[in-house]
């Protein structure tokens, strides 16, 4: 256990920086749908909390074709450019399933870039009286990972209150493209995510800062989510 030293200066300067971090995570994650999109051609173009992609001219083709030959699509028999249909409809679903995983691509790779530099530094840190602004900065970079647990609980949640589990969210989408359990990726990448928390919590994070980076945690996380998604974001990237 770790003494209850509570420390309120630090206590304010990491919940701002969790609130400017939350901020950077959910932006930066949007532009991992955004570069995947415009690298297949797409044109694409971020909000403060999604990514909007598409390629008119096809996409208005699949919704004229379907609207008018819905019968034959649904009964799998031929009708006028069937082959075109089928071809640009196979396009788009293997097109999405790479921009759906570009979001969680990079928060993760992100993530593991700051963990990788924490567990290189790792005998430095553990050497030194205190962290450096540097060590801060990987230890944010590494809690990127916090996305993946926060969302899974997120999920878990959300069926508490609708008795039914939520079909949207990247990691939820991607599972179902791959006809896998909708809960995998979700549950897997949340369990990472929880680990390298455990880890920054008690082998980077000094015993006496712990509590604080804890509350924190908790308070700047929580607030920049609401700030940037339900007021901040709406206003600056609408």
């Not at 995947?36 to 083709?61: C, M, Q, R």
């Not at 570009?102 to 567990?119: D, E, H």
């Not at 508490?160 to 179902?176: M, R």
Request: proline residues 3%; hydrophobic residues 50%.
């Amino acid at each position: 256990m770790f003494p209850l030293k509570f420390d309120f200066k630090l206590f304010l300067v990491l919940s701002i920086a969790f609130i400017f971090f939350t901020f950077i995570g959910t932006v930066s994650h949007e532009y991992g749908h955004f570069t995947i999109a415009k690298y297949l051609g797409y044109n694409a173009s971020v909000s403060y909390g999604y990514t909007n992609w598409e390629d008119k001219p096809n996409n208005d083709f699949i919704v004229s074709t379907y609207k008018k030959y819905s019968k034959e699509i649904e009964s799998g028999i031929d009708f006028p450019e069937k082959k075109k249909f089928d071809f640009l409809q196979k396009k788009y679903d293997e097109d999405n399933f790479w921009i759906t995983l570009g979001g969680p691509l990079q928060t993760m790779l992100t993530g593991s870039l700051g963990l990788l530099i924490l567990l290189f530094q790792y005998k430095k840190i553990g050497q030194a009286d205190k962290l450096t602004n540097l060590n801060w900065v990987f230890i944010f970079l590494s809690l990127f990972w916090l996305r993946q647990t926060a969302n899974f609980f997120t999920w878990l949640f959300g069926y508490t209150h609708t008795g039914k589990f939520s079909l949207s969210g990247d990691e939820i989408v991607l599972a179902q493209n791959l006809s896998l359990p909708i809960w995998i990726f979700a549950l897997l990448t949340a369990i990472m995510g929880f680990l390298i928390l455990a880890f920054v919590i008690f082998k980077i994070i000094p015993i006496n800062k712990r509590l604080t980076f804890i509350f924190s945690g908790l308070v700047g996380g929580v607030f920049g989510y609401c700030l940037w998604l339900f007021w901040l974001g709406p206003i600056l990237m609408p």
